[in-house]
T-cell receptor
């Protein structure tokens, strides 16, 4: 089954404790992206990648890191999480091109206390 | 840079009536795509409809249609014959040659 898989689905952590949210897709998509969703702000892009070893900042990259060492994986790293990073996170993937829809993971609800 | 604006934080509609959710966008890229996604209370993102910048006709998918007015840079979603299951968040998105950006969303509530 074609899908984007995020793990974990839910995470509660403490301020400053490094964490990684994994994202994997099995559709051989070049494009992958991370978004955070906050009430009233919609989905804001954190980082995106157009292919292996190619990553770019989105609108809200501060406090996050990503890597794209393999085509299928695009982990999101929070080196020192803070409470303002409490949010719902989505990973998405798609082929490259303006006409292609993005496929989303199930989301990761992160709480930083 | 891209910008997508949804000016209606919340909308109400009576069951079986039609409703229009507004979306305006801004881009300097002549080639782009416009998308609408639905997010029910369960949280997943469901793709609804797509409109290309060069498409001459408005896109339709079942009860969903996209009212595309290129000169006004608007891409409104029209849902006909609303159902209780249409109650959800709706996001407008735009994609150019690089990446996809989203608006703030509109929460639609369908009243019985």
């Amino acid at each position: 089954e074609a899908q984007v898989t995020q793990n974990p689905r839910y995470l509660i952590t403490v301020t400053g404790k490094k964490l990684t949210v994994t994202c994997s897709q099995n559709m051989n998509h070049e494009y992958m992206s991370w978004y955070r969703q906050d009430p009233g702000l919609g989905l804001r892009q954190i980082y995106y990648s157009m292919n292996v070893e190619v990553t770019d900042k989105g609108d809200v990259p501060e406090g996050y890191k990503v890597s794209r060492k393999e085509k299928r994986n695009f982990p999101l790293i929070l080196e020192s999480p803070s409470p303002n990073q409490t949010s719902l996170y989505f990973c998405a993937s798609s082929p490259i091109g303006a006409s292609t829809e993005a496929f989303f993971g199930q989301g990761t609800r992160l709480t930083v206390v | 840079a891209q910008k997508i604006t949804q000016t209606q934080p919340g909308m109400f509609v009576q069951e079986k009536e039609a409703v229009t959710l507004d979306c305006t966008y801004d881009t300097s890229d002549p080639s782009y795509g416009l998308f609408w996604y639905k997010q029910p209370s369960s949280g997943e993102m469901i793709f609804l409809i797509y409109q290309g910048s060069y498409d001459q006709q408005n896109a339709t998918e079942g009860r969903y249609s996209l009212n595309f007015q290129k000169a006004r840079k608007s891409a409104n979603l029209v849902i006909s014959a609303s159902q209780l299951g249409d109650s959800a968040m709706y996001f407008c998105a735009m994609r150019d040659s690089n990446d996809m950006r989203f608006g703030a969303g509109t929460r639609l509530t369908v009243k019985p």
